[in-house]
């Protein structure tokens, strides 16, 4: 049977650190950097990508919209 996948992409240099991503996603995929972007700010990034299920949640919740969600179907 299908399956979907998600995964995300930030813009690391845009991202400020706030956190609410990390918080909004249901499946514990993103996590706040221990490295800082040229402003100073731990950026997210997907810790377990694999959890992504593509709900969007991150990017919906993003304050300053810079998380890109993808979905694909994965034939399991
Ligand atoms: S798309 Fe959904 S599951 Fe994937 S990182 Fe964002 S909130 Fe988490
Ligand atoms: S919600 Fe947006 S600005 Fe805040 S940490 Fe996540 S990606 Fe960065």
């Given at each position: 049977m299908a399956k979907i996948k998600g995964a995300i992409v930030v813009e690391i240099e845009k991202?400020?650190?706030?956190?609410v991503c990390e918080v909004a996603c249901p499946t514990q995929v993103i996590k706040l950097h221990t490295d800082v972007n040229g402003k100073g700010y731990h950026f997210a990034y997907m810790?377990?990508?694999?959890?992504?299920?593509?709900?969007?949640n991150c990017a919906m919740v993003c304050p300053d919209s810079v998380i890109s969600v993808y979905k694909m179907k994965v034939e399991a």
């Open positions: 991202c400020k650190g706030c956190g810790e377990n990508p694999d959890a992504c299920i593509g709900c969007a």
